[in-house]
């Protein structure tokens, strides 16, 4: 069995079967998650026989990555490979004052959101914990990274369980101990997984919105047929009104909704208007996207006036709306361009394909 990437009950109930004392677990997790150990011959305070034992039952096997290119404008993309050959990617931003790590939770993605490249794959491979976690232990600048988010390739509700094992190690302080306000799932609304992840996680969530209106959203987020927004606002409004996680009084987690601003289809005031009425009475606040854009589509991407326009409606109303600033065009690093392809592809795929500046690179001593 693989160690990397198991949560501490998890260790508990292995040690337990040895008959070993629980603190055994503790000491387990922090050789693989403070000390990065690769083998449990490391762990050398375990008794010498466990070790023996264990290091033929156990491994600790956690993805290497594959490639990384960097963008003009410092974002990196980083490619990992499945067991399959899938490829999944993170991508690292920096910013004046932080570091964020965007990490995938599947290769592939079975949602089918129409403006989104990955949903063109389909869904490949759900990624086990240790390739999520493995995203970021073995990311050179794992040291720097200040925030993670679950907005890669992939639905995080589509793999609730192996999401939350991975959430789990990232927050506990047996494991990487990354605070969980430094941590954003990004979801579509799946229930009732997404009750799930507001009562066993600290972590900030996203709710993809994009249209307030069931026929306006439909269209876009094939997701809405099985589960509505209706049904998702519901609940948190639910969970407003009872002060549950995520909301004032439980801690200073952070709701937000996203909407991905396309011309003339999801930009409109009146659509502005729709999403206000929608969030009312749910303390969150709005994240404006602007659509990334790849060849193959008819969509186009809203005007700067017009996603301005569209943050007016909602700050009158008191709403804390914020446009989100697009990285990483160049290398197909962007919000819902991870794609899975290799540098050449997705460089024919990314709008500005020869970006001067781009870097591209294997990894020395990595496995093609
Ligand atoms: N499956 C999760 C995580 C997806 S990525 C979710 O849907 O929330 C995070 C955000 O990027 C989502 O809001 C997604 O809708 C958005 N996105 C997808 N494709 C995009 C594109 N081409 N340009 C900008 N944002 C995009």
Partial sequence: MNLFGLPLSDLVDLVRSHRLPDYRARQVAQWLYRHHADTVADMTNLPTELR?????EHTVDSPQPQSVEESSD???R???VAPGEDIYESAVIPEEDRLTLCVSSQAGCRIGCKFCLTARKGLRWNLSSAEILGQYRNLPEREEVTHIVYMGMGEPLDNTDEVLKSLSVLNGEWGYAVSP???TVS???????????????????????????????LPLVPAENRHPIATTLELLRHRANLRLPP????????????????????DRPDQAEALRDLIRGIPSR????????????TFRPSSRQAIERYQAVLKRAGVTATIRESRGQDIGAACGLLAGRHHAESRAAAPDAGTPGVAAGRLSGQAE
């Fill in 247 to 266: 909301f004032p009084g439980t801690g200073r987690r952070r709701l937000s909704f996203e909407v991905v601003m396309l011309d003339g289809v999801t």
């Fill in 74 to 76: 410092g974002t990196r």
């Fill in 52 to 56: 023996e034992t264990w290091a033929d």
């Fill in 187 to 217: 979801t579509v609304g799946i229930l009732p997984d997404l009750e799930h992840l507001l009562d066993r996680s600290d972590v900030n969530v996203a709710v993809s919105l994009h249209a307030a209106r069931r026929e306006e959203r």
């Fill in 286 to 297: 709005v994240n404006l996207i602007p659509w990334n854009s790849f060849p193959g589509t």
């Fill in 78 to 80: 980083y490619t990992w």
């Fill in 181 to 183: 306000r430094r941590i």
